[in-house]
């Protein structure tokens, strides 16, 4: 995923794709500094869902409180907040399989009911006539 603003530091390659929600019913900052030449602060409404690519060592501050007095209320490794992406690669292969597989299935069905009609026609057929 790319990240437009503030991307990781120019030169790292092992950075992670992160995901942090905002689980309060208060507006909440969330700021990484632990991270020299590198500035990563976002405003996170309640419930809003934050993505975003950092380097395993960094330590996300969430800072929450009212408007001039926002105090620390967590400090979390990023490294926990990591996204697998090739579990979710791997997800979105096993959903196109078994898209293949139904619209397989439902050729058979199709041809299968085909069989069917043209039986009971046949069978129609020789009964009346």
Known sequence: MAQILDPVPFGNTNYI?????????????????????????RVVFPGQRLVFEALPEALLEIHSGMMAS?????????????IDEKKDSDFNNK?????????DNQQKVAVQKKKTLETTESLTTTYIG
């Not at 967590?74 to 907040?81: G, H, K, S």
Request: hydrophobic share 40%.
């Open 70 to 82: 926002a105090i620390i209320s967590d400090n979390i490794p990023c490294d926990r907040l990591c």
């Open 95 to 103: 959903i196109f399989e078994h898209k293949e597989q139904i619209e």
């Open 17 to 41: 794709l992160c995901c942090y929600v905002n689980a309060t019913s208060h507006i909440q900052i969330a700021r990484i500094s632990n991270i020299p030449n590198w500035y990563f602060e």
